[in-house]
Structures are given as C-alpha cells and as structure tokens.
C-alpha cells in the first residue's frame, strides 16, 4: 500500500509541474521562485539541531500567499529538494515536497491577492500548518514503519509525535507574527518591482 500512495504522490507532483510549465512566465518569475524556494530550503539548515523548529514552512506559507497558489506549489517543492541536498534526501523527500507544496499551494489559493490577514489569524494559521506538514509525514512513517496498521497504532505514533508537532506549530506561528507582515510587504514590492502586475498564480 506504501508504493501504490507513493506512486500516487508521485503523480500529484507530476501533475503540479505539468501546470505550472503550461503556464505563461517570464525569466523575472522564474528566477523569483527559484530563489524564494532556495532560501527556505537553506533556512532550514541553521536550525537542523533543533526539535522540528525552522521558518522553512512559515516562507513557503507567505510565498504561496503573495504569488498564487502554483508559485507558492512550486516554492515548497524546491525548498524540499535544496534543502534536503544539505540534510540528506531518502524515500520522505517525496512526501516533503507534497506536503510543502500543499502549504504553498493552499495558502495561495485561500490568500492570493487579499489583504494579509492580522496578526493573530495569520499565525494562528501557521500554527496549523505545522501540524498539518507533521500530519502528512507521520502517515509516511505509519506507511513504512509501523505494523500493524491498526487505528491504535495510528493514533499511537500520532500521539507520540504531539510535542515535536507542537514545535513546529508554535514556531511557525512565532516566525509569522514577528515576520509575516514584513516579508509580505517586502515580496508585494519585489513582485511588483520586476513585473508591474501581479503574477497570475
């Protein structure tokens, strides 16, 4: 059952990047979200000792946000892949890219050119995102490393995961509060700057 959602997975990707290449851009796009994907990826490294903290999250969240929802999609896959070039890729490389993406992607659709939300709801929505980034690697580690698959054992890992969720949770909404309006503001101007209009996402 793990290869058949994997393939699946697999798919979903496939399908994400079939869209975002039949999408008209310019090398100023391009270029964008190459870097803004790079960047989160590379934050994650400084942090890479601590218990599942790090901003990578909280910037493919905002990406997604001010780009659209295939831009921010495209942010979390690259952010997935550099900075697992650093920490090491394996089989989760797949799922973090998906989950990632998804934060970008859903994040563009339900935010993409409205008004930043304020402070307290838009960390309270990264905090949920950290738990919803977790979620999808816990079924990955379910999947391919729990047996049986019985609902206790379900809820077992996603119980023992509760503190390292949390982590992330808290900082994701910490990084959003401190940052969020800032690095929003900074990447409208960006976008701005180097297009004129507002990317289509």
């Known amino acids: ?3 058949l959602i994997t393939i699946g997975l697999v798919g979903i990707l496939a399908l994400g990047l079939f869209l975002y290449e039949k999408k008209k851009m310019n090398t100023h796009e391009i270029a964008l979200i190459a870097s803004l994907g790079a960047f989160a990826g590379v934050s994650r490294i400084p942090f890479a000792a ?3 903290i790090q901003p990578t999250t909280f910037l493919v969240i905002i990406s997604g946000m001010v780009l659209g ?3 921010g999609f495209m942010v979390g896959i690259i952010a997935a892949l ?3 070039s650093f920490l090491g890729h394996g089989p989760y490389t797949i799922w973090q890219m998906l989950a990632w993406g ?3 992607g859903i994040s563009g659709l339900i935010f993409y050119q409205k008004s930043l939300p304020a402070k307290p709801v838009l960390a309270a929505y990264c905090f949920l995102w950290g738990f919803l980034f977790d979620y999808i690697m816990n079924a990955w580690h379910f999947l391919n490393f729990v047996y049986p ?3 206790q054992t379900f809820i077992a890992l996603y119980g023992a995961s509760l ?3 949390m982590a992330h949770g808290i900082s994701n909404a910490a990084f959003a509060f401190v940052f969020g309006k800032d690095l929003h503001l900074i990447l409208k101007r960006y976008e701005n700057r180097l297009n004129g209009v507002h990317y289509e996402g």
């Open 1 to 3: 059952m793990a290869t």
């Open 50 to 52: 601590l218990p599942n």
């Open 69 to 71: 929802p295939l831009n």
């Open 82 to 84: 550099v900075s697992n």
């Open 102 to 104: 998804l934060a970008g």
């Open 149 to 151: 698959h019985t609902w």
């Open 163 to 165: 503190f390292h969720d």
